[in-house]
């Protein structure tokens, strides 16, 4: 037991509530609203306008992003997706589903192939789609608790140019287990879509 449960830290009690109702999502539900998700986000501007992304690969109840990532190769976008390596996350450019492989924690990652792994600071992305345990409608994030994302972003979290976009179903934008505490380190959203909405932020490098 980690001392964090020992002290009932509300951040870990969260995270524990959040997975329990991820875990009760039934799959047919979260392929209905991961389309819904996907229709909303390819009509938002701040990807329509993006030459270069990062994302990821959906997992374990999250939304799905195949169909995302397909209309980002047949658009003719940059596409970054994450590798776990070490304790840092690295984005290595991919062209095809067919670079994806299984990877820790459960993760779909891309293979390297030659390719350089690069760190969002070296990427430069218009966009970085993002994906959380839940989200606020004030930017706030809550992920598993590994701080893999916050790490990643840190380098960028004041560039205007590099937009941040978190990813959930509806049920888990200001979640009815709670609302979302922010630490120091943690890095806001400017925006998220979920399968009902598209929501900006307070949030942003503005308030920082």
């Known amino acids: 037991m980690t001392s964090s449960s020992r002290t009932g830290d509300p951040r870990s009690s969260l995270r524990t509530a959040l997975r329990d109702a991820r875990r009760r999502l039934d799959p047919q539900e979260v392929g209905l609203r991961s389309a819904a998700l996907t229709a909303i986000v390819l009509d938002a501007e701040v990807w329509r306008s993006a030459r270069s992304i990062a994302a990821f690969v959906g997992v374990r109840g999250e939304p799905d992003t195949r169909a995302l990532l397909d209309v980002a190769w047949a658009t003719g976008k940059q596409v970054w997706l994450p590798r776990v390596q070490g304790e840092d996350l690295a984005f290595v450019q991919v062209r095809d589903a067919g670079r994806l ?108």
């Open 101 to 208: 492989v299984a990877g820790r924690f459960g993760l779909i990652e891309p293979v390297t192939d030659g390719e350089a792994a690069r760190t969002l600071a070296e990427v430069e992305p218009a966009l970085v789609v993002i994906p959380g345990l839940a989200f606020g409608r004030d930017g706030a994030r809550i992920g598993f608790g590994r701080g893999f994302y916050d790490r990643a972003l840190a380098p960028v979290r004041d560039r205007i140019d590099v937009r941040r976009l978190g990813l959930c179903f509806s049920s888990f934008l200001y979640p009815a287990q709670g609302p979302i505490p922010m630490a120091a380190h943690d890095v806001p959203m400017h925006a998220v879509a979920t399968d009902e909405e598209f929501v900006a932020c307070e949030a942003g490098p503005e308030a920082h």
